[in-house]
């Protein structure tokens, strides 16, 4: 039997040039994100945002601070995913579902809160390294949600940082950690590239 997790790992490929005519819907972005929010954070933080950059006046903004690259604008949709500065100050608010759905006692969150304290506070790259690990989760995630849906994606790490953070409105405590573009595959993108053998990469010990 077909397992669909191992197909799409299997066969998603970078795609960089797409069929500019096709749309997806609103609805269809709102369950990219659902399933992208399944993937894992630390302490269940959450600290990730994403921004749906769909518009033909806001993919130019984008396009420009992206070195221009066409993909951006041909896509359907370009997802700005951004990470959120780890902080022990919002895992109360961030873990009261878990507690209210009665599977976590509030001890629990009480003893993470002292964790993560003694792990981001007054730890700058710290909090930012979550920050960064969180959101690629979230990309990851969002480029194999795009895979089932029989969509293409992209992800894009050309682009100047401190603009998208500018110009898309983005808080103090966020960092723009990667795009991701999505949409429909047009022709003439390669098929996936090769991949350097397990024997190169793994040691067990």
């Known amino acids: 039997m077909k397992n669909a997790i191992l197909d799409a ?15 997806i819907d609103d609805a269809q972005i709102n369950e990219l994100v659902r399933l992208a929010t399944r993937a894992p954070t630390a302490f269940h933080l959450q600290n990730w945002r994403f921004i749906a950059v769909k518009t033909p006046q806001a993919k130019a903004r984008l396009r420009a601070l992206a070195f221009d690259q066409p993909k951006v604008t041909e896509a359907a949709v370009t997802f700005i995913v951004v990470g959120q500065l780890a902080s022990h100050l919002l895992m109360a608010e961030r873990l009261a579902s878990s507690v209210a759905a009665g599977f976590m006692p509030t001890e629990v969150v009480t003893g993470w809160e002292g964790a993560g304290k003694a792990l981001y506070f007054e730890q700058p790259q710290r909090q ?23 969509l293409g994606s992209s992800p894009m790490i050309g682009f100047d940082a401190a603009g998208v953070a500018s110009e898309f409105g983005l808080a103090s405590d966020e960092v723009p950690v990667v795009l991701v573009t999505v949409g429909y595959a047009a022709e003439g993108n390669w098929p996936q590239k090769p991949r350097r053998s397990v024997t190169e990469l793994l040691s067990v010990v």
């Open 9 to 23: 790992i299997e066969n998603r490929r970078t795609t960089n040039k797409y069929d500019s005519s096709r749309d």
């Open 128 to 150: 930012r390294d979550e920050a960064v690990r969180t959101a690629t989760f979230g990309a990851g995630q969002l480029m194999f949600a795009a895979q089932a849906q029989g």
